[in-house]
């Protein structure tokens, strides 16, 4: 018998955990990363909790826990399982689960048995997909569309990182360039604004494949359409510098990804409230259109009250 | 600009979970899966629960969250962020993280500052990886050390779809190499086991990479050792025929990965409670040794009271 990879007494995966992940664990609760599985308690919650969240993620990967040609049916098995059999041996019961698939391309061939066998096991072991959040669906017709920072820097900065013509329309400005770039690299999740958002948004969503597109998920999700004002959308001093010259067009700002700003509908009796906590958390707020009924696709209006025909509405992965 | 994939109105992403994974979403909790995060509840909690539990799992990916060359400090931000920025639309604060790496190859130069960023942003956002479980760490001198199930069947298999010498050695057992390549390919979580584990264990992992390594593991969260009984290991009837033609080692079996069965101390007194619980919930389970003070490695002993030398005691995945 043979082992792809062998070792002795202390494996590569503890021998790094222990030396680069450990030292992160400096919060009371993480006695230690010496385990397979985590207790998640809810933000002020009580310490003597009746019952406690207990969180596990193993990945399965493909040439390391199956081969590359075992049947989908499988390893759709196998994902679950693995991490079933974490929370066996911490003596907690399945809640449910959250998948993340990474595929290198897969067709329906692959995708259908995959799916199928995950529901079934997952039916098998009460552990079923857990309960999606209904909180972008409560946009009603008359709210405000809010978004928080500026929108599109990040696919302008991502264009520069690629070489594409950005860098060179940019080639004196430095630190405009820099800040797209950092914009792409590190996110500034609006955190801050938490409560703001649960208290009075009737329907959010972060904003990270384009705010076009994820807009129309907002919508469709509400059953409702939307009127923007383009130009109402907040968008940095760089971006307006390369909208001006014509190197940047609304539409590559709109459906760019990677913002990570948050896009809300927030009523009128609410907005006046959420405003002030945004102000107080230092995050700036803009409202860029009307929540308006119908299931049209939002229309996205410039000054002259011409409606943009838009080619693309998002970014995507696949 | 440009955009690595773009597209029309709906993404390939959105297509794939509408066709594939929505249709699994049967649980009443389950609204729809056109949204970013879950909410999780945990078992038996009350359904008007004052805090409800939200877990999302953005992946950040090479060549589509970020480029080849990003630096590490970047990358483990933006891991971390996209997924802050998740639970803040959400109006959630975050509790912690788990972390799942999977690495074409990675040294120091790039774990190093990779761990140091991901620890700085996690103290920044309030969002501490999540405390680990300490229910591996109670084994105590005297218990008994219990296993479920066989143990190596699934390192047996493995070895026969990639063409090792077992194939040959099983020519003429078509069932028993089925048997071996599905407990590679399907493990059987022990679900039905995870109330007594909690009720009775004082210490209790899942053996996933061999279980010799694991019980080291085991035995040094808990600051002791053990001595094994290699005779008590419960093998298959396809295994036990491997290991008396000589076609198998006991080091191989012990030693092989993806076993998925349970490892537990339970000591005397909780012994016959767990035994008749398991029995209960039809799960086979033997008693392999007994955990004994000290720090040394666990040591095997075979029917002639020989201590067994391992050259290996774990499969690692890295």
């Given at each position: 018998m043979s082992f792809p990879v062998a070792s002795a007494h202390r494996s590569g995966e503890e021998t790094l955990i222990a030396r680069y992940?450990?030292?992160?664990?400096?919060?009371?609760?993480?006695?230690?990363?010496?385990?397979d599985a985590a207790i998640l308690r809810a933000?002020?919650?009580?310490?003597?909790?009746?019952t406690d969240v207990v969180v596990t993620t193993d990945a399965v990967v493909e040439?390391?826990?199956?081969?590359?040609?075992?049947?989908p049916d499988t390893i759709a098995r196998k994902a679950l399982r693995v991490n079933l059999s974490d929370l066996a041996a911490k003596g907690a019961a399945p809640a449910g689960f959250v998948l993340t698939l990474a595929l290198r391309d897969a067709g329906e061939v692959w995708l259908e048995p995959f799916a199928l066998a995950l529901g079934e096991d997952a039916k098998a072991f009460g552990c079923p997909p857990a309960g999606k959040m209904?909180?972008?669906?409560g946009a009603k017709p008359g709210d405000r569309l809010v978004v928080t920072g500026t929108i599109g820097d990040a696919a302008l900065g991502l264009d520069i990182l690629k070489g594409g013509p950005l860098a060179t329309a940019l080639v004196d400005d430095a630190t405009g360039k820099e800040m797209l770039i950092a914009r792409y690299r590190v996110p500034q999740p609006r955190n801050a604004l938490a409560t703001a958002v649960c208290d009075h948004a009737s329907a959010a969503m972060d904003v990270s494949d384009g705010l076009a597109g994820d807009l129309a998920k907002l919508c469709a999700a509400s059953g409702v359409s939307a009127a923007i004002?383009?130009?109402?959308i907040p968008v940095s001093t760089t971006g307006r510098k390369l909208l001006a010259s014509g190197a940047v067009s609304i539409e590559a700002i709109i459906s760019?990804?990677?913002?990570?700003e948050i896009l809300c509908a927030i009523s009128d009796d609410c907005y006046e409230r959420f405003a002030h906590e945004a102000m107080q958390a230092g995050i700036a707020v803009a409202t860029i259109g009307t929540v308006i009924a119908g299931t049209a696709s939002p229309r996205f209006i410039d000054v002259q009250g011409r409606e943009l025909s838009l080619q693309r509405r998002s970014y995507s992965h696949f």
């Open positions: 992940f450990k030292p992160l664990a400096t919060d009371p609760s993480a006695f230690d990363l010496a385990d933000v002020g919650e009580d310490a003597v909790a009746a040439g390391v826990h199956f081969l590359a040609h075992d049947p209904v909180r972008r669906s004002d383009l130009s109402s760019g990804g990677d913002d990570y």
